[in-house]
């Protein structure tokens, strides 16, 4: 079954304490991209990867990093979590590197529940 | 860059009523423009898209109308279900960055049966 896997699903930590989220999807889609999703503030954009090595800042950058050593993997890190990180993060992958002319199906993960104290 | 404003913010309906949610972008170079929807506890999913070469695009009760001069799109939802209660998204390209997809606020609609 094609899909976009997110883990942790739900995770509550500590202000400070470093915590990694996994995603990762079976379509050899070369886009992935992680969203957060804040009540009135829709889905913005943390960071995104056109392909293997290559990633990109998105709207909302400040507090996180990312990686791409495997087309499958795109892992969410929160190096010092802060309670302002509180918030619902999905990761995405596409078929498409961008969307030009014809643009594409974004699939998104499940979703990954995060509070920090 | 992009801006997609989209409205309203919630809206209720009766079951079998129309819903329609209204979204204006600010890159008239954008020329792709989907909606997901995002069930309660659930993930975004695709529901239509319509690209800048057409002006309507139906797929059963949803339709997409695009209105490129006045640079807005809309989603209309016709004899609504309590099963169209969610969350809908519009989105659109913004090519200033690399052309990724910027996403409205949302629209949580309830339709009430």
């Known amino acids: 079954e094609a899909q976009v896997t997110q883990n942790p699903r739900y995770l509550i930590t500590v202000t400070g304490k470093k915590l990694t989220v996994t995603c990762s999807q079976n379509?050899?889609?070369?886009?992935m991209s992680w969203y957060r999703q804040d009540p009135g503030l829709g889905l913005r954009q943390i960071y995104y990867?056109?392909?293997?090595?290559?990633?990109d800042k998105g709207d909302v950058p400040e507090g996180y990093k990312v990686s791409r050593k495997e087309k499958r993997n795109f892992p969410l890190i929160l190096e010092s979590p802060s309670p302002n990180q509180t918030s619902l993060y999905f990761c995405?992958?596409?078929?498409?590197?961008?969307?030009?002319?014809?643009?594409?199906?974004?699939?998104f993960g499940e979703g990954s529940r995060l509070t920090v104290l | 860059g992009e801006n997609v404003e989209q409205h309203p913010s919630t809206l209720s309906v009766q079951e079998g009523d129309s819903a329609v949610i209204k979204c204006t972008y600010s890159?008239?170079?954008?020329?792709?423009f989907p909606w997901y929807k995002q069930e309660l506890g659930k993930r975004p999913q695709l529901i239509i898209d319509?690209?800048?070469?057409?002006g309507e695009k139906k797929d059963q009760r949803i339709a997409v109308t695009l209105n490129k001069t006045a640079k807005h799109f809309s989603l209309h939802i016709t004899e609504t279900q309590p099963e169209d209660s969610a969350v809908y998204f519009c989105?659109?390209?913004?090519?200033?960055?690399?052309?990724?997809?910027?996403f409205g606020q949302g629209t949580e609609l309830s339709v009430k049966p």
């Open positions: 379509m050899n889609h070369e886009y």
């Open positions: 989105a659109a390209i913004d090519y200033n960055q690399g052309g990724k997809l910027i």
């Open positions: 319509i690209r800048s070469n057409v």
């Open positions: 990867s056109m392909n293997v090595e290559v990633t």
């Open positions: 995405a992958s596409s078929q498409r590197t961008s969307f030009p002319v014809g643009g594409g199906e974004l699939f």
């Open positions: 890159d008239s170079a954008s020329n792709y």
